[in-house]
């Protein structure tokens, strides 16, 4: 079983939309958890860390399950330059796990 | 955030030579780094972790004969490719995470074309 996984999308959704993105994980011990950003040809760069209380950045809000085992990502008022993938990571015992990355293309 | 470098930021090279990647943490220092490799259209996959005076630990199925890793100091890592073949043609990041930090910041890649 994957460490983690995570749907690939792709998500087509219109400007203004709302979108969510979901990532399970399989260590229960995982400590820290993150939503990345990644555009084509370029680095992932951290978009939000992940807290148990959930937490939100501008239009971003990242939440926890630990129960479920999954944490999410909702985008709210979609804009253009969201369009990118999306990655979860969760912390193994010294390393970074990452998801399979959504792909999110807003449209006009 | 913290800024990790990477250099080259691409490289085109025949087969059977060898590559060297650096990876360099400019403003803290890091003890342990890593090092991924993204194929097109695919998630970052996890090669082995770097750590600073001592020897790297490889993922399964990664041959550390042929991924060479050395962590030189406590800002640079290198990753050698032996022997390329244009299967290992593919985008290398490393990361790095400041001391005490759980966060990952990664440098800008490598986009690596064995001919």
């Known amino acids: 079983r994957k460490e983690v996984e995570q749907d690939p999308g792709p998500f087509n959704v219109p400007e203004g939309a709302t979108v969510a993105f979901n990532c399970t994980y399989s260590?229960?011990?995982?400590?820290?958890f993150f939503w990345y950003r990644q555009d084509c040809r370029k680095e992932p760069k951290l978009l939000m860390s992940v807290y148990s209380s959930g937490n939100e950045d501008g239009r971003f809000t990242a939440q926890l399950n630990r129960a479920s085992q999954y944490i999410s990502l909702l985008i709210r008022d979609s804009k253009l330059s969201d369009s990118a993938t999306y990655l979860c990571?969760?912390?193994?015992?010294?390393?970074?796990?990452f998801g399979t990355g959504t792909r999110l293309t807003v449209i006009p | 955030g913290a800024v990790v470098s990477q250099h080259p930021s691409w490289v085109i090279c025949k087969s059977g030579t060898s590559v060297k990647i650096e990876c360099r943490s400019l403003d803290f220092q890091a003890t342990t780094m890593f090092w991924y490799r993204q194929f097109p259209k695919q998630s970052l996959m996890l090669m082995a972790t770097s750590n600073e005076g001592s020897k790297a630990t490889y993922e399964q199925g990664v041959e550390k004969d042929k991924f060479l890793i050395n962590h030189a100091s406590l800002t640079l890592s290198t990753l050698t490719v032996t022997s390329a073949h244009p299967e290992d043609s593919s985008f290398y990041i490393c990361?790095?995470?400041?001391?005490?930090?759980?966060?990952?910041?990664f440098g800008p890649g490598t986009r690596l074309t064995v001919l």
């Open positions: 990361s790095a995470p400041p001391s005490g930090s759980g966060t990952q910041y």
């Open positions: 260590n229960s011990a995982s400590q820290s």
């Open positions: 990571g969760v912390t193994g015992a010294n390393n970074l796990f």
